[in-house]
């Protein structure tokens, strides 16, 4: 609800990447994602609220001469100002290398690159004011759960609430949406500053759930669908095809398996992402109720 399209954790990861652009005067933004990516339709917007040029570099080379085959999210962010420049899979992966970014910033002088997902150090800094809140809103928190794509969020709401030093024991469970996702966990170790066990105060852990990811990336099972449906048509909030459908999936999975004790003060934290669902249905975002 922080706005339109820069929903939810993408606002919270661009926040203090978008003041560092500003202070340092450079006028655009670099990055990455794949044709469905919520981060691409975010930093789009973001440019065009923020008055930054964007440029998005997007999977798929097909696409170049295709915009009809573009997919909502890329056809929003062009709309926005986005524009793209398309890569084969292949050079996709390279897209971390020094070499490859370096070309990159040669090409684009003045411009600030965001990796995929927008998941940088900065983009940890955001989660600060988050965790604030959620601390107002609901005292004595024991369990968040969170979706995880690259993984920065939960390593954002993982180091802001070990900051935080709380208390009494606070656990972090990321519901991985890719298949085989335990390559994240340095990623999340790496942004977090810790290991799930290790906090400086040993109060905060985090754990990556990768078994509800439902055959992986935008795929769902009937399993999924179901605890989606339940939920909307129960609470009146909209869940997103993507992350925080498995999100609560696994929330509720693990309350069937009885892995979340009784006293538990749980947290499902709605990372946006609803500008997605127009892909799915043709832009009905109402709920549905039984
Ligand atoms: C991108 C996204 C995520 C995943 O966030 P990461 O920081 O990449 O793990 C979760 N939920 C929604 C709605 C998203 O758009």
């Given amino acids: 609800m922080n706005h339109p399209v820069i929903q939810g954790n993408k606002w919270h990861k661009l926040r203090f990447n978008l003041q560092y652009a500003k202070s340092q005067g450079m006028q655009t933004l670099i990055t990455f994602g794949g044709a469905y990516s919520n981060h691409i339709a975010a930093t789009a917007a973001a440019g065009k ?11 798929g080379e097909e696409l170049a001469k295709r915009p009809q085959n ?16 398309f890569i084969d899979r292949q050079t996709y992966r390279l897209k971390n290398t020094q070499d490859f970014l370096k070309q990159l910033q040669h090409h684009h002088p003045h411009s600030l690159m965001l990796p995929e997902g927008g998941s940088n150090e900065r983009a940890m800094l955001g989660f600060q004011s988050v965790i604030e809140q959620l601390h107002q809103q609901c005292p004595g928190w024991s369990h968040l759960f969170t979706a995880v794509g690259t993984g920065g969020t939960l390593a954002g709401l993982a180091k802001m609430a070990a900051l935080n030093q709380p208390s009494h024991r606070q656990r972090l469970l990321g519901v991985a949406t890719l298949n085989q ?5 340095k990623t999340i170790r790496q942004l977090s500053g810790f290991q799930s066990h290790t906090d400086q105060h040993k109060q905060v852990i985090w754990q990556l759930l990768t ?3 439902g055959g992986g990336y935008a795929k769902t099972t009937d399993a999924c669908l179901a605890d989606q449906h339940w939920f909307e048509g129960t609470f009146g909030i909209l869940l997103d095809p993507i992350y925080t459908n498995k999100m609560v999936h696994g929330f509720l999975e693990e ?3 009885q892995r979340i004790p009784p006293n538990a003060k749980v947290i499902l934290y709605h990372s946006g992402g609803l500008q997605g669902r127009s892909e799915e249905d043709g832009q009905n975002n109402s709920v549905k109720t039984d």
């Fill in 181 to 185: 996702a335990d390559f994240l966990q």
């Fill in 255 to 257: 309350m069937r398996q």
């Fill in 70 to 85: 573009w997919s909502p999210t890329l056809q929003t962010a062009y709309a926005n100002g986005m524009r793209f420049q």
């Fill in 211 to 213: 078994q509800y990811s």
């Fill in 49 to 59: 609220a923020f008055g930054f040029k964007t440029v998005g570099i997007i999977r």
